[in-house]
């Protein structure tokens, strides 16, 4: 199996621009998350799907970031715009999708806005 | 509210030496708890995990963690460690509706 995939691994972009990150589950995999790991915080749930629907989202920081899963194998968590604060580390991790199961981990995306 | 708290967030340790990293957590019903381990640049790889049953855990790279219920601890373990052991190093709870709460984590340095 390959694993979670993440893409792009490292993006820079300029404060303002929107950023796109991208992520694809292992496959068979029914919960899909999103974490955002910095020096200061850690690492944060940000939001997670189960069935490809959001359970909660209670993680998002605010209105610049929204997550979509438009089927089983993709997820997306766009930022816009984005801002210096948004700089981290985001990873994606999935699961079976039942209770106490193990999350996969993604490589992660290094974000840097400038 | 369920929580993970890991107390020292930098231990060093020299190679050969013994490990026990501290986890405790805060949880209503019987959890389920893991270790993960982050290398720098990489993503976290599940070391073990605790559902129920026997009370002291194996996970891989030798290392192993014990849950004890009394003490709300789920501590992780290693007789002697190795250079490839630095890392950091996260305790987590699993929650209902397969949510999960991680510790702040705990940095790890091996002397040579």
């Known amino acids: 199996d390959a694993g979670v995939i993440q893409s792009p691994r490292h993006e820079v972009t300029e404060m303002g621009q929107e950023v796109t990150l991208r992520c694809k589950p292992i496959?068979?995999?029914?919960?899909l998350f999103w974490y955002r790991q910095t020096m200061m915080r850690g690492l944060e749930l940000l939001i997670y799907?189960?069935?490809?629907?959001?359970?909660?989202d209670s993680g998002m920081p605010e209105d610049r970031f929204s997550a979509k899963m438009p089927n089983a194998s993709f997820s997306t968590l766009k930022i816009q715009p984005s801002e210096p604060r948004d700089s981290a580390v985001y990873f994606c991790?999935?699961?079976?999708?039942?209770?106490?199961?193990?999350?996969?981990f993604g490589p992660g995306t290094r974000l840097t806005v400038l | 509210a369920q929580s993970v708290t890991q107390p020292d967030i930098h231990i060093t340790v020299s190679e050969g030496a013994s490990l026990e990293l501290r986890c405790n957590y805060s949880?209503?019903?019987?959890?389920?708890l893991f270790w993960y381990v982050q290398s720098p640049g990489q993503g976290l790889q599940l070391l073990l995990k605790?559902?129920?049953?026997?009370?002291l855990v194996q996970g891989i790279k030798g290392f192993e963690a014990e849950f004890k219920r009394s003490q709300s601890s789920f501590n992780l373990r290693k007789p002697s460690v190795h250079w490839s052991d630095a890392a950091e190093y996260f305790c987590?709870?699993?929650?209902?509706?397969?949510?999960?709460?991680f510790g702040a984590g705990t940095r790890l340095t091996v002397k040579p």
């Open positions: 987590a709870v699993g929650v209902v509706n397969n949510d999960m709460r």
């Open positions: 991790a999935s699961s079976r999708g039942t209770s106490g199961d193990t999350q996969y």
């Open positions: 949880y209503g019903a019987t959890p389920y």
């Open positions: 799907f189960n069935n490809n629907v959001p359970i909660d």
């Open positions: 605790y559902f129920s049953g026997d009370t």
């Open positions: 496959s068979g995999h029914n919960s």
